[in-house]
């Protein structure tokens, strides 16, 4: 079953606009982390958040985590056409064990 | 530094039949994970070995199974397959406790 949602299903942002992305999720967990995916191909791992920080960046990348109401976004920001693919969250409750949401699929326009 | 392999990268099997995907891991990885993803879907978690043992499993039937070698890299083994098999199948690769390197997957189509 699937830990996360992630809201929205589908994003449509304009080249150089900012995209946010959010993941709710049911357990208490050790980290939350955040892939990318494109084209139904390989995940590649964006950022790790764990469960005592609030806030991480990465280079153009943001996340935040609220443990109290079980919810992180991502924000990209000045986003580019090559962001295009589709964003997942991963909480880790039990070590090892990922447990993805829905994902968000994210498209920029030229 | 070669990053997770996965073989082979597309295959078509028919119901009924097995199938064995394989999978070498990050260099200096020693445990290994695996998913299954169907379309527009995120990824399910089958199971995961660390020493050559399976550590956890997921809420999977026993006709998956699976194998870790002594050189780490490891195999998935799915018996009788069903059409529902059909999906991406994806090997993540860490050290225990660390993040994870996924392969680019097996997109196995079952008729």
């Known amino acids: 079953s699937q830990q996360g949602e992630e809201d929205p299903q589908a994003l449509s942002i304009q080249e150089g606009e900012n995209a946010t992305m959010n993941c709710s999720y049911k357990?208490?967990?050790?980290?939350l982390q955040w892939y990318r995916q494109n084209s139904g191909r390989g995940l590649v791992h964006l950022i790790l958040?764990?469960?005592?920080?609030r806030e991480k960046h990465s280079g153009r990348l943001r996340v935040t985590l609220d443990t109290s109401k079980k919810s992180s976004s991502l924000l990209i920001t000045a986003s580019r056409a090559a962001d295009t693919a589709s964003y997942f969250c991963?909480?880790?409750?039990?070590?090892?064990?990922?447990?993805f949401g829905t994902g968000t699929r994210l498209a920029v326009r030229p | 530094d070669a990053g997770v392999t996965q073989s082979p990268t597309h295959l078509i099997k028919t119901r009924g039949q097995q199938v064995t995907l394989r999978c070498s891991p990050k260099?200096?990885?020693?445990?290994v994970s695996w998913y299954q993803q169907a379309l527009g879907q995120g990824p399910q978690f089958i199971f995961q070995?660390?020493?050559?043992?399976?550590?956890q499993r997921g809420n999977f039937p026993d006709r998956f199974s699976g194998h870790q070698f002594p050189n780490y890299s490891s195999e998935l083994n799915v018996n009788a397959l069903l059409l529902g098999d059909s999906a991406l199948y994806l090997c993540?690769?860490?050290?225990?406790?660390?993040?994870?390197?996924f392969g680019s997957g097996t997109r196995l189509t079952v008729v």
């Open positions: 993540a690769s860490s050290l225990l406790g660390q993040s994870y390197t």
């Open positions: 357990t208490s967990i050790n980290n």
């Open positions: 958040i764990r469960s005592n920080e």
């Open positions: 991963a909480t880790d409750a039990k070590e090892g064990k990922l447990t």
């Open positions: 260099s200096g990885h020693d445990t």
């Open positions: 070995y660390y020493e050559e043992e399976e550590r």
